[in-house]
Each structure stands twice: as structure tokens, then as C-alpha cells.
């Protein structure tokens, strides 16, 4: 983002009086106990950056030292880190854009700015990188935690400061650095437990890669902010007087919702702009002992529902059970006045600024002797491990770990009753490989609140569970179906790989003396032949299959005849491994493209990068311009933009359209009444001709609430099922419904 400018046209002193303005303005941004010494340090970075990056200007036409001064302006005030880090932010780009050294910037200073700095030059823009590069550099990236947590918090202040000056940059790069945004630095900032800088991330990621649903969205937010502000006035007046009166000293603060959240609130709901009822927030912060803090904030519960009716299923307790990144609140929906919801925020000024300034204001507390950070320093020491395996996939772990990064936790308890946090959607083996890895990889059972459970049994908050282990036991290829953390599957792959070479030795000797008995020898040459006629594409897996059993000594023998004569050797059957014996492959007419879960037909174009044809394994991806293009799964663009734009990427198979059968479920809703199924059923068997599958309808107190399944051809033909459905009497919802995953 940086360029050279003719300086005579402008203005040095006026400039030269702004980066004076802008650096008081970083040094007031610093945390009370600054010292002369800090201040020396900061003086020393920040003339070296001036020095540095004199004459070198930003897109935008700023002088580039605007920059830095602005990343060391979050990393001080919205991130409350110390002089350390604040040098560091002031010469982060110095090694990278300039003739400085490493070795200069620790002469300089010292070895710990070394370090950090060398932290942040080892990752390099990420949006600049294709293919598995940028998985890699990611994987860089987390590897500073065992060096220096404090290289993250800058390399997020640093790409906030980047999204907040973006209007500069064109319009691919726009959208490139922002989908980027939202794929890894959002749910990073989110998981380093720094709130007010994901939520910032977010919108700003939205406003540059759907600008037409963040523009619409702020417009709607704007117009109805007069009537916003006079709704909270009312709101929080009479708790106000309650919470003064009964002697807690605290604010009140209204907040509207991200615009970020708002959209996703919208898209995965299907609701309107007015229909999102929370559109925004009761922050009420406590000024409290930390001895009294669970106390009081349950205190200020108690006197907020005595005004205001709460709705009992919306209450979290976050404060007997911090979130992993130390996030601590209760949180409770309550009926306002007029009818509406409003959720309210009960924290204390030490758990807001935590959930403020994230990781830092933790390790701040921790120094003080205050141990509620939840299990922040544990989610360090997971990454820390799973990095620990090299032979890992760059993407897939990028894959997993986002998974990990921005999922929903649930708590469940160990059988002397210690709490451990995972992911929603984790399975009892999870909970054994989480525990230990190899508790994990000797599992045989486990006991579910005292009930023995299958392996995929997945866990709930709450639930106890006792790990039932044998040395005997080792991880199986099923493992991986039923778990969901990156660690279980790490460990799993890794124990898997390990049994696969021991059998592939065994396989190896065995074929040595299959081939001297068939009169070949056992060569490198007779080798590749060897997996260029049965399909293998490497060594190992052709040694796995004959250690296993799989090629067995007709197929060697059936090789030995054809191997001479290329005519027989192209008509020979092409063989595929299988846990049966080999046998040929069937015909398959693909002549149809279909893509998600649900198998939907759309319009596509292939792309011209990777060409594919009918029967490739392909993907969808979604362009801006030109609807869906179809890449190889093994095309070189394919892990670039699975990496850059996953949320714009469409699952794709070819399937022989004479064999497909299309099933969709239809949940319908409204006023029960006599002959209602039965109206049913003749709408979609008599008069549109569509086969029902099945057909369950419960009713309770007048009200019924119905699954169909039905088998039609395409979209089209669904969507005339629903339209139809709706105009019935007394139904007054139809929705396609998906499986759940």
C-alpha cells in the first residue's frame, strides 16, 4: 500500500504538524503506568519509523508513517498493551519496506523487539499468496503464539487499520482482503477474546465483499436510531433509580448490534430487517470488589427482573462458566416496554474490559493474582500441540482450524468433576482425545452420566463422562466420522499413517516374494508398472493393499500376462482398491452437474483455468459477474480460492440424471382442523401429481406442526409445491426444511 509522491506538491510542514498531533495523541492513548523509560522507548521507535519511511507514501496519498502510528494507537488503547508493543507496532513495516536489518532494529533496542518484529516480518501478506502459501503462512502465523502471543495482537491491529483505509485499494483487492477478514481474522480476534476489534473487523469485511447488503442494512440502522435512542432512554430510566437505590454503583450503556450480525441474523433466520427484534443492547457495568462480583452481578439480575419480565430460555451464565477466550457476562433477554425484547449484558469494569481488550487485559489480571480467565492459557496450549505435527496439510489444518476457531462451546464434566470446554457438535471421543492423546487413542468406550454411549455419541452441556480405555485399543479409519476437533483428528491420521507403514513393510516383503515366484524381478521399474496398472499413485498404497490382502495373487499373475502386450494390457480391466476383492469399475453416464447438499441444479460455465469435463471431480465457485464457474478439485487456482472466499464455494458431483431421484422436506405450520391431512394430500397427489414419501402431522392445542417428504424433479417444481401449500385454509407457514448437520 505504499507509493513515492512528487513532495513538492505538498505541504511537509503542515504534515510534519499532524504526525507531532497524532503521536501526543498515541502517547495519551497509553495504559496509567507508562513510565519515563516506556516513553523513551516509544520516542526511539517512533523517530526510527519517521527516518524509516520518510518520503514513502499510501495509496490513499498519506505519508506512510500515518500507518503505524495508527496500528500503535490500537495495539495501546483498544487492545491495552504496553511500551513493548507499542514500539513493535511503530516498526513493524521498518524491516520489511526498508534497508533496515533485524540486526539493527536489536542493536537498537533490544532482543525481545527482535523478536517480535522478526514474528511479524515472517508473515507476509497473506492476500498477496496462492495456493497452499497461504494456508502455510496462517500456520506461520499461530506458531508466534509459542513465541510471543503479542505478534497476533498486532498483526490484527494492523489489519484493522488496513480494512479501515481500504477505499483506496481497488475493487478485487478490496474484496479479496476482506472475505480474507472475515475467514481468519474475525474468528482470530473472537477466540483472542477482543470483541470490539471482530466486531469492527466484521463490518468492515461485509462492507467490502457484499457492499449493496452493508449500505442497505446502515441506511435501515440509521433511520431508525432517533427512535432506537428514545426506546433505551425509556429502558434503562426506572432501572437506573433500582440499581442506585439498592446501592450498586454502575452504567448503563445502549449499543445497537453489529451490522455484521444483523445481516447473518437475517440470512440464516429468513426474516426481514424489521423482523430481528434485538436489534440492540443493554450493557449494564458494575463497579465491584472482585470478591463481590458474582454476587453483585446476580444482585443487579434480580432487581432488572423485578422491572422487566425475563424470558427464562435466553439466560447465560457466563460468569460461573467463562467462555474459552475468557469472556465473562450474564446475558439475559427481558420483555421492554411496548412488547419488545431487549437483551442485557450484566458484567463487572473488570470482565467488560476483558471482553474489550481480549488476551491483554487477561494476562493483566492474571499478573494481578486474579485466576477468573477461563481456559484461555489451555486454547494457547491446543494450538501449540496441534502444530507440533509437520506432516500435517496446510489447508486442512487452516480447514479444521477455523472450525475449531469460531464454533459454539458446550461444557461437560469429568468423573472428579473438573469442567472441560469444546466445541458444539463433539462427540465422546472428542471429550477422550481432548482429556489426553493417548487416553484418546486407546478408548474403547465411554459412560455417558452413567450410561455406556457408542463412540459418536455426542456430548451435551452438562453431561459427565467417564473414558473407558484398553491398551489393546488402537484408532480405526471409522474414528474420523465421529470427531469434530482438529487435536481427535490430528491424532487419529497421525496413528493411522503410522499402522498404514507397518502393514505396507510387511506388504513390501510379501510382493518381493510373489514376484521372484512369478520369475519377475523386484525392481523399481517393475514397481512403477506395477501401480500404473492397478491405479495406486504411490508405493505405499500398493504395499498397504498387498499387506492387507486386497491384491492378491491372481491379480499378480494377471499383471505378469498382460504386462508384455499393450493391446491386452489396454483392454485388461482397470481395477480400484476396495476391502472386497478387486473387480472392474462400472460404466457411469454422467451427464449432470448438481451442487450443495440438497443436489439442486443451477446454471455454471467451466472455468478456462483447469478445463474439466463430465465425471471430473469438481467444485462450484460463485464470481461476481459471472455466476457459478466450475474449477478441478486439483485445478492450481483450487486451494487459493477455497482458502480466500470458502463462504462464495459450491460442493459439486456429476450424477447419471436417469438414476436421480429428488427428495425434499416441506415443514408446514397453522390452525388445525378436521380433513386437514387429507386436503393435503390431495393437493400434492391429485392435483399437482407429486409422490409423498411420508407424512407427519402433530397437533397440540389447535395448533398443528407437519413434516412432509416428497420426491419431485427440481427446484421449480418444489417451489410450486410450497406456493400452492400456502394458499390451503388455516396453514400459515410452508418452508423447505434441510437435514440437520
Known amino acids: 500500500m505504499e507509493t513515492i509522491f512528487n513532495m513538492s506538491e505538498i505541504d511537509i510542514e503542515v504534515e510534519n504538524k499532524e504526525i507531532v498531533k497524532r503521536y501526543k495523541a498515541l502517547l495519551r492513548s497509553c495504559n496509567g503506568d507508562i513510565t519515563r523509560e516506556d516513553k523513551k522507548l516509544i520516542r526511539k521507535a517512533f523517530n526510527l519509523a519517521v527516518e524509516a519511511h520518510k ?26 498493551l504496553g511500551a513493548t508493543s507499542i514500539a513493535c507496532a511503530l516498526l513493524h513495516d521498518v524491516v520489511e519496506d526498508t534497508e533496515y536489518t533485524l540486526e539493527d532494529i536489536e542493536r537498537m533496542f533490544n532482543p525481545k523487539i527482535r523478536q517480535i518484529i522478526d514474528g511479524l516480518t515472517k508473515i507476509t501478506d497473506l492476500a498477496e499468496q496462492d495456493i497452499s502459501i497461504q494456508a502455510e503462512n496462517f500456520r506461520k502465523m499461530l506458531l508466534t503464539l509459542s513465541d510471543d502471543v503479542r505478534v497476533i495482537l498486532i498483526k490484527l491491529a494492523d489489519r484493522l487499520h488496513n480494512m479501515q483505509t481500504l477505499d483506496s485499494m481497488a475493487r478485487h483487492k478490496q474484496q479479496k ?41 446502515a441506511r435501515q440502522l440509521n433511520e431508525t436510531k432517533t427512535a432506537r435512542v428514545q426506546y433505551i432512554q425509556r429502558f434503562t430510566k426506572p432501572l437506573k433509580d433500582t440499581l442506585k437505590s439498592h446501592g450498586l454503583k454502575c452504567s448503563i450503556k445502549g449499543r445497537p448490534k453489529s451490522i455484521f450480525s444483523i445481516c ?12 430481528v427484534y434485538d436489534k440492540f443492547a443493554i450493557r449494564i457495568i458494575i463497579e465491584s470488589n472482585i470478591d463481590d462480583e458474582k454476587s453483585d452481578c446476580w444482585k443487579a439480575y434480580s432487581l432488572i427482573t423485578d422491572n422487566y419480565r425475563p424470558n427464562p430460555d435466553r439466560l447465560r ?42 488476551y491483554a487485559a487477561h494476562w493483566k489480571y492474571k499478573q494481578e493474582g486474579i485466576t477468573k480467565e477461563g481456559n484461555l492459557e489451555d486454547w494457547v496450549n491446543q494450538i501449540r500441540e496441534l502444530l507440533e505435527n509437520p506432516e500435517s496439510n496446510a489447508v486442512d489444518f487452516l480447514e479444521e482450524f477455523k472450525l475449531n476457531l ?114 519377475l524381478n523386484f525392481s523399481d521399474s517393475v514397481i512403477n508398472e506395477l501401480c500404473t496398472y492397478f491405479k495406486y499413485k504411490t508405493s505405499l498404497d500398493l504395499f498397504f493393499d498387498v499387506g492387507s490382502g486386497v491384491l492378491t495373487n491372481s491379480h499378480l499373475k494377471n499383471f505378469v500376462v498382460n504386462k508384455n502386450s499393450w493391446y491386452q494390457y489396454l483392454k485388461s480391466k482397470i481395477y480400484r482398491k476396495s476391502n472386497n476383492p478387486i473387480t472392474q469399475k462400472e460404466e457411469v453416464k454422467y451427464d449432470t ?75 408446514i405450520k397453522g390452525i388445525d382442523r378436521v380433513g386437514l391431512v387429507t386436503e393435503v394430500t390431495q393437493i400434492l397427489s391429485n392435483n399437482l401429481k407429486i409422490n409423498i414419501q411420508s407424512i407427519n402431522i402433530s397437533s397440540v392445542d389447535g ?3 407437519g413434516l412432509i417428504t416428497v420426491v419431485i424433479q427440481d427446484k421449480n417444481s418444489l417451489n410450486s409445491v410450497i406456493e400452492t401449500l400456502k394458499k390451503a385454509e388455516g396453514i400459515t407457514s410452508v418452508k423447505r426444511k434441510f437435514k440437520s448437520t
Open 177 to 217: 482482503i476482506g472475505s480474507e477478514t472475515l475467514y481468519i481474522y474475525a474468528p482470530l480476534a473472537h477466540r483472542l477474546g477482543l470483541y470490539s476489534i471482530k466486531t469492527e473487523l466484521e463490518d468492515l469485511g461485509l462492507k467490502y465483499t457484499e457492499p449493496d447488503v452493508y449500505r442497505d442494512t
Open 406 to 519: 469460531f464454533s459454539k462451546e458446550i461444557f461437560v464434566f469429568t468423573p472428579n468433576g473438573d469442567l472441560r470446554t469444546l466445541p458444539k457438535g463433539a462427540s465422546v471421543l472428542d471429550f477422550a482425545f481432548d482429556i489426553h492423546s493417548q487416553l484418546g487413542a486407546n478408548c474403547l468406550g465411554c459412560k455417558v452420566n452413567g450410561r455406556l454411549v457408542p463412540l459418536s455419541h455426542k456430548l451435551k452441556s452438562g453431561d459427565q463422562v467417564e473414558v473407558i480405555s484398553s491398551k489393546n485399543q488402537k484408532p480405526k479409519k471409522a474414528w474420523l466420522d465421529y470427531v469434530l476437533t482438529a487435536k481427535a483428528k490430528n491424532k487419529i491420521k497421525s496413528s493411522l499413517k503410522d499402522d498404514k507403514k507397518i502393514i505396507a513393510e510387511e506388504g513390501k516383503e510379501i510382493l518381493e516374494r510373489k514376484l521372484k515366484h512369478l520369475k
Open 264 to 275: 447473518k441474523k437475517i440470512k440464516s433466520q429468513g426474516v426481514s430487517f424489521d423482523e
Open 55 to 80: 518520503d514513502v507514501r499510501r495509496k490513499s496519498g498519506e505519508p506512510y508513517i500515518f500507518h503505524p502510528i495508527a496500528v500503535a494507537q490500537i495495539v495501546a488503547k483498544d487492545i491495552g
Open 317 to 358: 451464565d457466563w460468569i460461573s462458566t467463562p467462555k474459552a477466550n475468557g469472556y465473562e457476562s450474564l446475558h439475559t433477554t427481558v420483555m421492554g416496554p411496548g412488547g419488545k425484547w431487549v437483551e442485557v449484558q450484566i458484567r463487572t469494569k473488570r470482565m467488560d474490559e476483558v471482553a474489550e481488550k481480549g
Open 703 to 705: 395448533i398443528f406442526d
Open 593 to 667: 452437474l448438481v451442487f450443495g447438499p440438497t443436489e439442486e441444479k443451477l446454471n455454471f460455465t467451466y472455468s478456462k483455468c483447469c478445463t474439466p469435463i463430465p465425471g471430473d471431480h469438481v467444485f462450484g465457485f460463485t464470481t461476481i459477474r459471472e455466476g457459478i464457474k466450475i474449477h478441478r478439485n486439483d485445478c492450481p487456482n483450487a486451494i487459493r480460492l477455497q482458502s480466500n472466499f470458502a463462504y462464495r464455494i459450491l460442493t459439486a458431483k456429476w450424477i447419471d440424471s436417469t438414476n436421480t431421484v429428488s427428495i425434499a422436506m416441506i415443514n
